[in-house]
């Protein structure tokens, strides 16, 4: 069946400017992940959804970065004023919640973000 | 917190050759360990994962045993081959939470 997708692919913008990441999950994936990825570095976790709500926020870096599922499918992080450091690889990751298959995250192609 | 190291890379192999990628792990659980591969230009595919203390993970001639003497979830495979050359990183789950902790990754190539 089909993967995680996440669009757009890449995306330039400028210091300041308000940027918005989509995440399409695995249908039936209750559970939703967002995670950012420097060069050289491994994914660093930003929040998780279990079903419409954000379940853990911890990880988003300061209150520039917002993200939301309102329907417990897709979901969209949002980065207002944009700095040259959010410059990364947003990656999204979906789950089940029971079963044997529990917990184990599949990952989308991630959103490649340039902030010049 | 949670943490996990993993060896220092680059790792550069001749095809055929043994591979041992080192990962040990720092967590105050009993948490689920993974392995996870990036193939160049392509995103992060779940590689093998153990979930208990003394499971053995095996995917695509790829082994993992999870060792919690040690704390250690070490990548072996036997035989490596040039499609194997991509970046490998190691991670963890928490019991009580959802998040995946990575380490930084090991850049492995494969020359013929």
């Known amino acids: 069946g089909a993967g995680v997708s996440q669009t757009p692919s890449n995306k330039v913008t400028e210091k300041g400017k308000y940027v918005e990441l989509r995440c399409d999950p695995i249908s039936g994936h209750t559970a939703l992940y967002w995670y950012r990825q420097s060069l050289g570095q491994g994914p660093e976790f930003l929040i998780y959804f279990q079903g419409t709500g954000a379940a853990d926020d911890s990880g988003l870096p300061n209150d520039r970065f917002f993200a939301v599922r309102p329907e417990g499918s897709v979901s969209t992080l949002k980065i207002q004023r944009t700095e040259r450091g959010d410059s990364a690889v947003y990656l999204c990751?979906?789950?089940?919640?029971?079963?044997?298959?529990?917990?184990?995250?599949?990952f989308g192609p991630g959103t490649r973000l340039l902030v010049l | 917190g949670d943490s996990v190291t993993q060896m220092e890379g680059p790792v550069t192999l001749s095809e055929e050759a043994f591979l041992t990628i080192n990962c040990t792990y720092t967590?105050?659980?009993?948490?689920?360990l993974f392995w996870y591969v990036q193939y160049p230009g392509e995103g992060l595919q779940l590689l093998l994962k153990?979930?208990?203390?003394?499971d053995k993970g095996s995917n695509k001639g790829f082994e993992a045993t999870y060792r919690k003497e040690t704390t250690s979830f070490h990548l072996e495979k036997g035989s490596v081959q040039v499609s194997d050359s991509a970046v490998y990183f190691c991670a963890l789950r928490e019991t009580s939470g959802s998040r995946l902790t990575f380490g930084e990754g090991t850049q492995l190539t494969v020359n013929p």
């Open positions: 990751a979906s789950s089940i919640t029971s079963g044997r298959d529990s917990g184990t995250q599949y």
């Open positions: 967590a105050t659980g009993y948490p689920s």
């Open positions: 153990a979930t208990k203390a003394d």
